[in-house]
């Protein structure tokens, strides 16, 4: 795993330095907080402005994909437990990411630039999509794909609402965009 180091002086040198599941955490935390307040915020907003459909429907809806069609007449703890599952999923995407990054120098080298980090999110978005509404949720509900309007957006939306704020928040914390840097990853010297 590589060593996690972080610029003298800067903010968050004590919180930050070191290497292992500590550090991972330390990242790993704001990429996903970011991550799925945005996606709730958007979300929320496609819901409720573009589809005329109440937010709290929105969030029983996820929490039928594991509660089964109950949630979608249930108030606030199916909305609850919705909004516990977005932050789960949410929280797995992420971790996902930031190992690659992590793990991958390539990748890390390819969401240094401004473009690079917007290609890799216009790619990852779609494989999230793809991922969730092909294998994930079909095996939570035992219902197939509905490859309706609402699908073909979520194929689309996921970069915005999801992937940019997971990329670029990955690239701010681990200090590969321009302004000051929290955290530096560089290759273990054995």
């Given at each position: 795993?590589?060593?996690?180091?972080?610029?003298?002086?800067?903010?968050?040198?004590?919180?930050?330095?070191?290497?292992?599941?500590?550090?991972?955490?330390?990242?790993?935390?704001?990429?996903?907080?970011?991550?799925?307040?945005?996606?709730?915020?958007?979300?929320?907003?496609?819901?409720?402005?573009?589809?005329?459909?109440?937010?709290?429907?929105?969030?029983?809806?996820?929490?039928?994909?594991?509660?089964?069609?109950?949630?979608?007449?249930?108030?606030?703890?199916?909305?609850?437990?919705?909004?516990?599952?977005?932050?789960?999923?949410?929280?797995?995407?992420?971790?996902?990411?930031?190992?690659a990054v992590w793990a991958?120098?390539?990748l890390r080298r390819a969401?240094?630039?401004?473009?690079?980090?917007?290609?890799v999110a216009a790619a990852?978005?779609?494989?999230?999509?793809?991922?969730?509404?092909?294998?994930?949720?079909?095996?939570?509900?035992?219902?197939?794909?509905?490859?309706?309007?609402?699908?073909?957006?979520?194929?689309?939306?996921?970069?915005?609402?999801?992937?940019?704020?997971?990329?670029?928040?990955?690239?701010?914390?681990?200090?590969?965009?321009?302004?000051?840097?929290?955290?530096?990853?560089?290759?273990?010297?054995?």
């Amino acid at each position: 795993m590589p060593d996690v180091r972080v610029a003298p002086g800067s903010a968050s040198t004590a919180t930050a330095a070191g290497s292992g599941p500590a550090a991972f955490v330390r990242v790993l935390v704001p990429v996903w907080l970011v991550t799925a307040a945005w996606d709730f915020v958007c979300a929320s907003a496609l819901s409720a402005f573009a589809y005329r459909t109440p937010v709290a429907q929105l969030w029983r809806g996820v929490a039928a994909t594991l509660l089964g069609p109950a949630a979608l007449d249930g108030g606030g703890a199916a909305v609850a437990a919705g909004l516990a599952l977005h932050l789960a999923v949410a929280l797995t995407w992420s971790a996902l990411f930031v190992a690659a990054v992590w793990a991958w120098p390539a990748l890390r080298r390819a969401i240094e630039s401004p473009a690079g980090a917007l290609g890799v999110a216009a790619a990852y978005g779609p494989v999230i999509w793809l991922v969730m509404s092909l294998v994930v949720i079909p095996l939570a509900t035992g219902r197939p794909t509905h490859f309706g309007v609402r699908w073909w957006v979520q194929i689309f939306a996921h970069v915005p609402f999801v992937t940019i704020p997971l990329v670029f928040t990955t690239r701010r914390v681990l200090g590969l965009s321009a302004g000051p840097a929290p955290v530096r990853l560089e290759e273990r010297v054995a």
